[in-house]
């Protein structure tokens, strides 16, 4: 190899910076900074690498130091958003550092002229979000300059003028790459630097929100990210009683427990085999009176929910008051505790066959393995309700369903998909599979259990997390990562709960709570 080729290739390495490395270092800024007060002294970069030596970051090629990004530790609710510079770093004695604060400052960045094009400063960013979610850091925060002001200030105020660098109208080289690295602006600053002329003293106060701060951390009874899911694919098969079908159930529990689940899904009215009972009696009939066992069925799975350690969603079940018949899916939790969503939306078969009748409520649920909806079989093709759960905070949506035919099971499956997509969250489905002979009240079953994702990079490219055989028993087990959902929200390629234009419509609960 040539020694001109040696020459021209580069050698990137992202590093901490040394004292050593100071006249580099000047040399940078004494090509950016038109004004000597902005620049640094070697005492104070000395002190500034005391005080905090993981947060001084530069890039060196071929080992000469060509970009540099600064930053402290700070307690922000000691200065509030009103501080100028010299306050936040001690006028340049970066005394105001504190190991204990919730905030990396970020008091510099600046990258050598002949290295502009590179995208070094976005390696600069990219790493010190890496040390604040890293240091469990609750933001960066930093007075950002903005120098194409000095050409707008007869014609516009500061805010007009950063308005339109949002829009991409104006362009500034400081703050159209901060909002291009995910800052937001806070407010604007005034006499932050005095000495900075380019800017007339004006600055943006400019945030990074950390997705993955913890405020108490704790060393157990954290929040899970990974969290675990059992989904069983259930067979009809006749059960002389009750204690036959908690039998049944038990073994489901049991093999889903087996792994370690975080959740166990069963279908919906996946009790309905014994109805077999009830053959003599016309369909409306016979169900009010499955309805009775609901209660003691409720009550075993709460049981093994407790013994078995892991949360339960009791598919759905009859229940009758006297009044009326509702279709109610139960949360039986692992620590005792459970919860109940009625089914909304009933199909015209439910209604005019059994005389189901709708709930009136809708709500998510706390567990220790995150926030969870539920909705029944025909619910989940209504998107309205998705998103209600979704503005709740929503991680998991399980749908325990029951269809007879694969078109109608293809209705089910399809919304749950666009659910998963639209809502930014994991949707859970499972269903029962073959049939009952010489049972009254039974239809056939067609079911292909899965779990979706959304669709983008951190998820599985066809957002098919597990997947079941079609019209089989069997269980399905996989984890999801719910922080991948936090990254999502603020980091996906499209965020859609965050971009929807509720300037121009949203969605009302109409229902008194």
Known sequence: MSKQREELEHRLKLRNIKIADYEDIKEIMASIYRDKAMTWSRQELKNQIKVFPEGQICIEDNGKVVAAALSIIVDYSQFGDNHTYDQITGYGKFDTHDEEGDTLYGTDVFVHQEYRGMRLGRRLYDARKELC???????????????????YAEEMTPRKYIELVKNKEIFDPVLSFQLANEFHVRKV???YLPEDKDSRAYATLLEWI?????KDEKLIGNKKSIVRLGLVQWKMRRFSNVDDLMQQVEFFVDTISGYKSDFCLFPEFFNAPLLAEFNDMDAS???????????EIVSRMSELAVSYNVNIIAGSMPEYDGKKLRNVSYLCRRDGTHDKQYKLHITPDEASYWGLQGGNGIRVFDSDAGRVGILICY???FPELGRILAEQEMDILFVPFWTDTKNAFL????CARARAIENECYVAITGSVGNLPKVENMDIQYSQAAIYSPSDFSFPHDSIVAQASENAETTIVADVDLDLL?????AGSVRNLEQRRLDLYSIQWKQKK
Do not use: C
């Open 133 to 151: 979610e890293n240091l469990n850091l609750r933001s960066i925060i930093a007075g950002g300059r903005i120098p194409g002001y000095s050409k």
């Open 189 to 191: 600053i005034t006499k």
């Open 210 to 214: 950390n997705i993955y701060y913890e």
């Open 285 to 295: 009939e016979a169900i009010r009176n499955l309805a009775d066992y609901t209660e």
């Open 379 to 381: 619910d989940v093709e």
């Open 411 to 414: 209705r089910v499956n399809t």
């Open 486 to 490: 936090t990254k999502q929200r603020k």
